[in-house]
């Protein structure tokens, strides 16, 4: 087999990406420059609760923040789920012990709710991790909020609410959700915008970043697997299609960005659409 070389050394390249071959250290420059060009682009400063699953992409976007040098505050939301949540914990701790951070754990169970219980649990759950994570962010001072959101994800998740004729669920396809003090809304970024899938894998396998492997049991059936094949055989047969949707998606967010009517819950006093909190509602059940 001929050996391809790196377009930047002479090095053995591992990687190839929009028409350039990268050695392992250059495909950790080429990683690190993507979201660095978020991070300054948006000028992110300041101390950012990093939301950890236990994940491959999360794992990926706290060791390219912690490369970039910025005050970093790990947390990991245990939802109790069997079989899954205790063992994607113990990895989160092993990545903090890697890179020197004491993890903070937010257990669901804490606040009532088990998601077996629910007809519906990954709408629950999201709920639960939204509200949880703004939570924690506000109340140990962070600016904002980094999740391990990739290119490939968020195109997916897009796609998916388009096909199910749900474009109001349309938020958030952008890099960087500014946060409202006066509603305890912290700022959200995506740090791993950019990258797709298969980028992030590689990147955490090549830096030995510990991650689980194993899926949540909810996920199996979910429609976005289908998608993001789909999607993902897109890319193949042309490169940058993936980016050019994400980009599209971020322009049509801006243009469609109205001033939604924003609260503070009557019941926990965080940032609601309606009198009450979705999570509050969720835990009066
Ligand atoms: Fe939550 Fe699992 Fe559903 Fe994801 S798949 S939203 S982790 S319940
Ligand atoms: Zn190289
Ligand atoms: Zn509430």
């Not at 250290?25 to 420059?33: A, M, V």
């Not at 740090?191 to 980028?199: G, Q, R, V, Y």
């Not at 009517?261 to 909190?277: D, E, P, T």
Request: proline share 2%; with cysteine.
């Amino acid at each position: 087999m001929n050996e391809m070389k790196c377009s930047y050394c002479n090095n053995e390249a591992i990687e190839e990406a929009y028409g350039k071959a990268y050695c392992k250290k250059h495909f950790n420059n080429y990683f690190l420059g993507r979201v660095r060009s978020i991070i300054d682009k948006f000028k992110i400063k300041g101390k950012i609760a990093v939301a950890l699953s236990g994940g491959k992409d999360s794992s990926a976007c706290f060791y390219a923040l912690h490369n970039l040098k910025l005050e970093l505050v790990p947390f990991y939301i245990n939802l109790g789920i069997k079989n899954y949540s205790d063992i994607c914990q113990e990895k989160a701790e092993e990545l903090c012990q890697q890179l020197g951070y004491e993890l903070n754990v937010i257990y669901l169970a804490d606040y009532g709710i088990e998601l077996e219980k629910y007809k519906k649990p990954c709408s629950t759950c999201g709920t639960a991790k939204r509200y949880l994570m703004n939570k924690f962010a506000y109340e140990n001072g962070c600016k904002y909020i980094a999740t391990g959101h990739n290119l490939s994800d968020i195109v997916t998740f897009a796609m998916n609410n388009f096909i199910s004729g749900n474009i109001l669920n349309f938020r958030g396809n952008k890099p960087y959700l500014q946060g409202k003090e006066e509603y305890k809304l912290v700022a959200k970024i995506k740090p791993l915008f950019w990258l797709k899938d298969k980028e992030c894998m590689l990147y955490t396998w090549i830096n030995e970043l510990a991650y689980a492997e194993e899926e949540c049991p909810y996920s199996i059936n979910a429609p976005t697997i289908k998608i993001k094949e789909w999607l993902n055989r897109l890319e193949a047969e042309k490169e940058g299609t993936l980016m050019n949707i994400a980009r599209s998606l971020w322009k049509l967010e801006e243009k469609m960005e109205k001033d939604v009517k924003l609260n503070l819950c009557s019941n926990c006093g965080y940032v609601s659409y309606g009198k009450i909190c979705k999570f509050c509602k969720i835990r009066k059940k």
